[in-house]
Structures are given as structure tokens and as C-alpha cells.
């Protein structure tokens, strides 16, 4: 039987689709998961007066050499202070490695706890105390005026009938901390200048076209990047780290880097 010849380019495109799922699971296993990208964000109408950092999820397993980049890298940036939205450790037994991490940051630490904070049963005591001897907090249900009075971050840690609410205080910009992106529709009546939220992970599987393949709970539409709600901005993390499976497609690690 004779075959009939095929054009190179033909030839080509057969060879780049046998090639392709084992390059995407290439990137998605290996490549992405260490590949940091700083996003930056502007919400200043005019000249920003304010410059921090939002990151989020670092799920911190004992991968020391992945938790001490974060550092390096927010440290590279010179923020006025920085924003973490949950999720420090994979287990109750990093904790400790974790913070000796992040310890290192160089700016005031300011963050709030997120589901594996608390699935994991740590008592929380030692998490204060690394964000203060940062210069900032860990805030459970609470608020703390910082910038010199300019910037009032509010750390929601819990929503239901026997927790308040938080408003913004007047006078100042505020910023809501929280780990679910999807309790920017429980603020509905009131008005903040920015929320930041994570949890999402972006999905850490995105189809160009499409979006995430599959999200946790919590998110509802809000998967990644920013969003206009009626509460204000919500700003969404990928976060840093990776649950339950090490993977990443399309959907890397990131710092975001805001101003205000």
C-alpha cells in the first residue's frame, strides 16, 4: 500500500497536538508552581498616597525554599505595610517553620485567619505574635487604624447572627481583610474603599476562554482578580501556595502589588 505524503506543515500541527498534553502537564506540575508573578494594581484617582502588598493562601507544607521567595520577593518591593488573607499552613505542624518564614518581612504584617487556620487547630496566640513584632497585627473580628490614622483595616475572621458586621469608620480609607471572596455580598448596605479576599487559589486551573475548571466554596463568581461590587472594589488573590493537588495551569502564584 502506498501512503500518501503529508505537508509540513501538517506534519507540524500533528507533532504539536501529540506534544501539547504533555507539555501543558509539564507546565502545570513543574513550571507554574514556582513561577511568582507580581500583579500591580491602581485605585488612585490621582497620585497614590499609599503602596502595599495583598498575597494570600500560602498553604506552607515545609517547602522552606518556596515560603522564603515570598519573602524575598514582597521584601524586594518596599511596601508601607503588607495584607494576608489566610491560609498560612497545610497542617498544625508548620506552623511554627512558617513563621519563622515570614518573621522576615521587613514591613508591618497585618492579616486574617483562613479555613486551614482554623481546620488546622493552632492556637493563635504565636500568629500575633510574629504579625506585631512585624509592627502589625493579626486581626480576628477586628479593626486597626494604621498610616497615621489614614488607612482603617478591618479583619473579618467570622460572619453569622452572633457577629457584627463591621462599618467603615469615617475619615479614613478602609480596607476589609477577609478570606472568602464571596462575603463581599453580605456588605451590600455599606461602602469600603477596597476588600481583598483569596481562598479562590484562581481556580488553579483555568482554561484559556473558559475560566477555572472547578472552585471551592466561598467564591461564587468573585475566582480572580478584581471586581465592582456594591460593597466597593474586591480585589481576589491566587494565592501562593497549592490544595488539595500540586498543580497550576494558567494560574500562577502572585504578590499584588496596590496603590491607593
Given at each position: 500500500?502506498?501512503?500518501?505524503?503529508?505537508?509540513?506543515?501538517?506534519?507540524?500541527?500533528?507533532?504539536?497536538?501529540?506534544?501539547?498534553?504533555?507539555?501543558?502537564?509539564?507546565?502545570?506540575?513543574?513550571?507554574?508552581?514556582?513561577?511568582?508573578k507580581v500583579r500591580r494594581l491602581c485605585l488612585a484617582d490621582g497620585k497614590p498616597t499609599h503602596r502595599f502588598v495583598h498575597f494570600s493562601d500560602l498553604h506552607h507544607k515545609g517547602d522552606q525554599a518556596h515560603t522564603r521567595s515570598?519573602?524575598?520577593?514582597?521584601?524586594?518591593?518596599?511596601?508601607?505595610?503588607?495584607?494576608?488573607?489566610?491560609?498560612?499552613?497545610?497542617?498544625?505542624?508548620?506552623?511554627?517553620?512558617?513563621?519563622?518564614?515570614?518573621?522576615?518581612?521587613?514591613?508591618?504584617?497585618?492579616?486574617?485567619?483562613?479555613?486551614?487556620?482554623?481546620?488546622?487547630?493552632?492556637?493563635?496566640?504565636?500568629?500575633?505574635?510574629?504579625?506585631?513584632?512585624?509592627?502589625?497585627?493579626?486581626?480576628?473580628?477586628?479593626?486597626?487604624?494604621?498610616?497615621?490614622?489614614?488607612?482603617?483595616?478591618?479583619?473579618?475572621?467570622?460572619?453569622?447572627?452572633?457577629?457584627?458586621?463591621?462599618?467603615?469608620?469615617?475619615?479614613?480609607?478602609?480596607?476589609?481583610?477577609?478570606?472568602?471572596?464571596?462575603?463581599?455580598?453580605?456588605?451590600?448596605?455599606?461602602?469600603?474603599?477596597?476588600?481583598?479576599?483569596?481562598?479562590?487559589?484562581?481556580?488553579?486551573?483555568?482554561?484559556?476562554?473558559?475560566?477555572?475548571?472547578?472552585?471551592?466554596?466561598?467564591?461564587?463568581?468573585?475566582?480572580?482578580?478584581?471586581?465592582?461590587?456594591?460593597?466597593?472594589?474586591?480585589?481576589?488573590?491566587?494565592?501562593?501556595?497549592?490544595?488539595?493537588?500540586?498543580?497550576?495551569?494558567?494560574?500562577?502564584?502572585?504578590?499584588?502589588?496596590?496603590?491607593?
Open positions: 500500500m502506498k501512503l500518501s505524503k503529508i505537508s509540513r506543515r501538517r506534519f507540524l500541527l500533528l507533532g504539536a497536538s501529540l506534544l501539547a498534553p504533555g507539555a501543558v502537564a509539564a507546565d502545570a506540575r513543574w513550571l507554574e508552581l514556582e513561577w511568582f515570598v519573602v524575598k520577593m514582597i521584601n524586594a518591593l518596599s511596601p508601607e505595610f503588607v495584607c494576608f488573607t489566610g491560609d498560612i499552613m497545610e497542617e498544625g505542624k508548620f506552623l511554627s517553620e512558617a513563621l519563622d518564614i515570614l518573621s522576615g518581612i521587613k514591613s508591618p504584617l497585618f492579616g486574617v485567619p483562613g479555613n486551614h487556620d482554623y481546620w488546622s487547630r493552632v492556637p493563635f496566640e504565636g500568629i500575633a505574635k510574629c504579625f506585631a513584632a512585624t509592627g502589625g497585627a493579626w486581626l480576628v473580628d477586628e479593626q486597626q487604624a494604621i498610616a497615621g490614622g489614614k488607612i482603617n483595616l478591618i479583619g473579618m475572621a467570622h460572619v453569622g447572627p452572633r457577629h457584627l458586621l463591621p462599618s467603615a469608620a469615617e475619615g479614613r480609607k478602609n480596607i476589609v481583610l477577609m478570606h472568602y471572596p464571596a462575603w463581599a455580598k453580605l456588605f451590600a448596605d455599606r461602602k469600603f474603599d477596597l476588600l481583598l479576599a483569596g481562598h479562590s487559589h484562581g481556580g488553579q486551573v483555568r482554561i484559556p476562554f473558559y475560566g477555572p475548571i472547578m472552585l471551592p466554596f466561598g467564591v461564587d463568581e468573585y475566582d480572580l482578580g478584581l471586581f465592582q461590587t456594591q460593597a466597593g472594589p474586591l480585589n481576589v488573590s491566587s494565592g501562593i501556595g497549592w490544595y488539595p493537588i500540586p498543580v497550576r495551569f494558567n494560574c500562577r502564584p502572585e504578590i499584588v502589588l496596590i496603590e491607593i
